[in-house]
Nanobody, 124 residues
């Protein structure tokens, strides 16, 4: 599956953004989907994932971000509310056919396909 992320931009602290990730391929509904982010000088980190079993979030975004998907549109979304300056990063969507370990959804190496990233900048 090929992924295309969009929706990033510049927003003030406390504001909201909605990221979208459009997928190609006929088997999108069978993939687990995740969002990761990478800030300058930092490693890529898990943000959120949506699996057959539910949605999962990093502690840093829990209660502020919501991940959702629309299989008919082959898309996954990340609604980001109450944004903070520390949310500034390049955001990547990713797809996984399966996981090699329990709770593998938070590990970037478990994902097979990645989008190109979209920049989110939160000004304080």
């Amino acid at each position: 599956v090929q992924l295309q992320a969009s929706g990033g931009g510049l927003v003030q602290a406390g504001g909201s953004l909605r990221l979208s990730c459009a997928a190609s391929g006929r088997t999108f509904s069978t993939y687990a989907m995740g969002w990761f982010r990478q800030a300058p000088g930092k490693e890529r980190e898990f943000v959120a994932a949506i699996l057959w079993s539910g949605q999962y979030y990093a502690d840093s975004v829990k209660g502020r971000f919501i991940i959702s998907r629309d299989n008919a549109k082959k898309s996954v979304y990340l609604q980001m509310n109450s944004l903070k300056s520390e949310d500034t990063a390049v955001y990547y969507c990713a797809a996984a056919r399966s996981f090699t370990k329990r709770d593998g959804w938070y590990e970037s190496y478990e994902y097979d396909s990645w989008g190109q990233g979209t920049q989110v900048t939160v000004s304080s």
